[in-house]
């Protein structure tokens, strides 16, 4: 089944071209269903890059979802043409009447930056504040993981000594979690950050559980266990050129540039980087709309009142 999206939005020719499913707002008004409601925080600043990346992951389901794209009113966007934020972005305020099967909050290259210094913080809390009774399940993103966790249970961010930079293996923590269904024993996850949530402060939260984590990357996804909130560490939605080209981009630029672990065929950039997260992306995306949010969301949009913590 389809993602439906504006008949106009760049990305949909380019999704098209790869076979992902997608629908125009014309060819969905006659179908005989209702779509789950996805809003996604695009908190990125190469924004036309990410919606492809994301829509990619949600088209790749048997599920028919309709995607609000949102923007912070209170922060310039500088990558962005004005005229694609002006065509295809919503601020919270025009949609905060309204309820969710569920929302993405996307990373943001401000990891150095404390919360409260962040330009959009204050409109970023009354959003989390509002999904957790406007929003059935909502996906966190690296930078949004982290200020989620920081938010809804006061978790810290720990700068790192040198940037978690690479693709990193992984193992399940829980294996009983529907997010971590068809998991394999080991899989494969891109890091790109500068600072942490540790494990141990993670653990310590009993609202909170750990499902996937890695030896050297440390934590990668945490749930709320009703699973109303969840918080992915890495980069699973990447695409294959994204780690050289931010690697290629730093170049010259500074002198404390990391080498991207385990991405290059044999550390050599010339050979290319070797691909081992996408099915990954795909069961990870596949999972959490399926059990996180079709599986639990009511009918009736209007009845989405979020779900109550609940304890071990």
């Not at 949909?12 to 809003?39: C, N, S, T, W, Y």
């Not at 499902?211 to 294959?240: N, Q, T």
């Not at 780690?243 to 550390?267: I, N, S, T």
Request: charged share 25%.
């Amino acid at each position: 089944m389809p993602i439906k999206i504006p008949d106009n939005l760049p990305a949909k020719e380019i999704l098209e071209r790869e076979h992902i499913f997608v629908m125009g707002e014309e060819r969905a008004f006659h179908q005989d269903i209702r779509p789950l409601e996805i809003a996604i925080l695009n908190l990125m600043p190469l924004k036309e890059t990410t919606e492809i990346q994301l829509l990619r992951l949600l088209g790749n389901t048997p599920l028919q979802v309709n995607i609000t794209l949102l923007f912070p009113k209170n922060h310039e966007t500088k990558n962005t043409p004005p005229e694609h934020l002006k065509s295809f972005y919503h601020t919270f305020d025009e949609i905060k009447h309204k309820k969710l099967d569920g929302m993405i909050i996307t990373g943001a290259p401000i990891e150095d930056l404390p919360f409260e210094e962040v330009s959009y913080w204050e409109e970023m809390k009354e959003i989390m504040q509002w999904s957790r009774t406007n929003v059935t399940s909502t996906l966190h993103i690296c930078w949004g993981a982290q200020a989620g966790l920081y938010y809804h249970y006061g978790i810290e961010k720990y700068p790192l000594s040198e940037k978690m930079f690479g693709v990193f293996p992984h193992t399940v923590r829980v294996k009983s979690a529907d997010l971590m269904r068809g998991f394999d024993d080991v899989f494969y996850v891109p890091h790109s950050r500068h600072t942490e949530v540790r494990l141990e402060d993670v653990y310590k939260e009993p609202r909170l559980e750990v499902l996937s984590a890695s030896e050297e990357s440390g934590l990668y996804i945490a749930s709320s266990r009703h699973g109303s909130r969840i918080f992915v560490m890495g980069h699973s939605e990447y695409d294959p050129l994204t780690l050289q080209a931010e690697y290629e981009r730093d170049l010259g630029k500074r002198d404390d540039v990391p080498f991207p672990k385990h991405y290059f065929k044999d550390d050599i950039p010339e050979k290319g980087p070797v691909v081992s997260w996408k099915s990954h992306a795909n069961l990870l995306f596949s999972n959490w709309l399926n059990y996180y949010v079709y599986q639990v969301t009511p009918f009736e949009i209007e009845r989405v009142d979020g779900m109550p913590e609940k304890m071990p």
